[in-house]
């Protein structure tokens, strides 16, 4: 599959490093030459934004979460995506607040969408950190990593939960993006106890396995 990132950063990187050898990656960023030197150590292309839109089945919008909706703006807008399977993997999250930045209710998924209406839009990889992502065993506690996602199209739903199995971890829909503003929320409390120095485990860490349903 054709992957095209929005920004070659911390994120873009990690994911890619499971994508090498299965998928064909495009890299871009504002610093062309920093975002070539990024595509080089993949032996993948890079460019401009609008070019890693133009060459992806899937786009992967891998900016700061403040840049997201002018970098797609930039990169053509819905032209530039129409048809692409998009996968919004920002964190609309204060890391002064640990609050999502979003105050309306609705999650930058959501915005991302409004602004791509002809792209399939998702939410994936949010839920860590890029060194989870680059770690090359997902085992974690005797436990493969659960990737929560949501997509609003079945045809994202399958791409997304293909990539997410290509990084080795075990995708589980969430649902529609409607659900995207609860996975941002979600990250918003791991990122605060990340900040904190204190092990989000241990936070998380809060249901006994062998209870199968609350009535
Ligand atoms: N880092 C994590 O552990 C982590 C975990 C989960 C989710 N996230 C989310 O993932 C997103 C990316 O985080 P990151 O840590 O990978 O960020 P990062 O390392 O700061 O990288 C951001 C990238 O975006 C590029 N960029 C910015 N504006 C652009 C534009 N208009 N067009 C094209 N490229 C542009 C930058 O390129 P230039 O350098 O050329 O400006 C840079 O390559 C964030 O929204 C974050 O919330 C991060």
């Given at each position: 599959?054709k992957?095209?990132?929005?920004?070659?950063?911390?994120?873009?990187?990690?994911?890619?490093?499971k994508?090498?050898?299965k998928h064909?990656l495009?890299?871009s960023?504002?610093?062309?030459?920093?975002?070539?030197?990024?595509?080089?150590?993949?032996?993948?292309?890079?460019?401009p934004?609008?070019?890693?839109?133009a060459?992806?089945?899937?786009v992967?919008?891998?900016?700061?979460?403040?840049?997201a909706?002018?970098a797609?703006?930039?990169?053509?807008?819905?032209?530039?995506?129409a048809?692409?399977?998009?996968?919004?993997?920002?964190?609309?999250?204060?890391?002064?607040t640990?609050?999502?930045?979003?105050?309306?209710?609705?999650?930058?998924?959501?915005?991302?969408?409004?602004?791509?209406?002809?792209?399939?839009?998702?939410?994936?990889?949010?839920?860590?950190?890029a060194?989870?992502?680059a770690?090359?065993?997902?085992t974690?506690?005797?436990?493969t990593l659960?990737?929560?996602?949501?997509?609003?199209s079945?045809?994202?739903?399958?791409?997304?939960?293909?990539l997410?199995?290509?990084?080795?971890?075990?995708?589980?829909?969430?649902?529609?993006?409607?659900?995207?503003?609860?996975?941002?929320?979600?990250?918003a409390?791991v990122?605060k106890?990340?900040?904190?120095?204190?092990?989000?485990?241990?936070v998380?860490?809060?249901?006994?396995?062998?209870?199968r349903a609350?009535?």
């Open positions: 599959m992957i095209g990132f929005i920004g070659s950063g911390a994120m873009a990187q990690a994911l890619a490093e994508w090498r050898g064909d495009f890299f960023g504002r610093n062309l030459e920093k975002a070539a030197q990024v595509a080089a150590g993949f032996g993948a292309k890079s460019g934004a609008a070019e890693a839109a060459f992806g089945e899937v992967v919008l891998a900016t700061r979460w403040e840049d909706l002018d797609v703006a930039q990169a053509g807008g819905d032209a530039a995506f048809s692409k399977v998009v996968i919004d993997i920002n964190n609309p999250v204060s890391v002064e640990f609050l999502t930045t979003r105050d309306d209710g609705r999650s930058l998924t959501q915005a991302l969408a409004e602004a791509l209406p002809g792209a399939e839009l998702g939410k994936a990889f949010n839920m860590a950190q060194a989870v992502w770690d090359p065993d997902m974690y506690d005797g436990r659960v990737t929560l996602f949501t997509a609003d079945e045809r994202a739903s399958e791409v997304i939960a293909g997410i199995r290509d990084v080795g971890s075990e995708p589980l829909r969430l649902g529609g993006n409607a659900h995207a503003y609860q996975l941002e929320a979600a990250a409390i990122i106890f990340l900040f904190a120095g204190r092990d989000p485990h241990t998380f860490n809060f249901i006994q396995p062998d209870v609350i009535r």
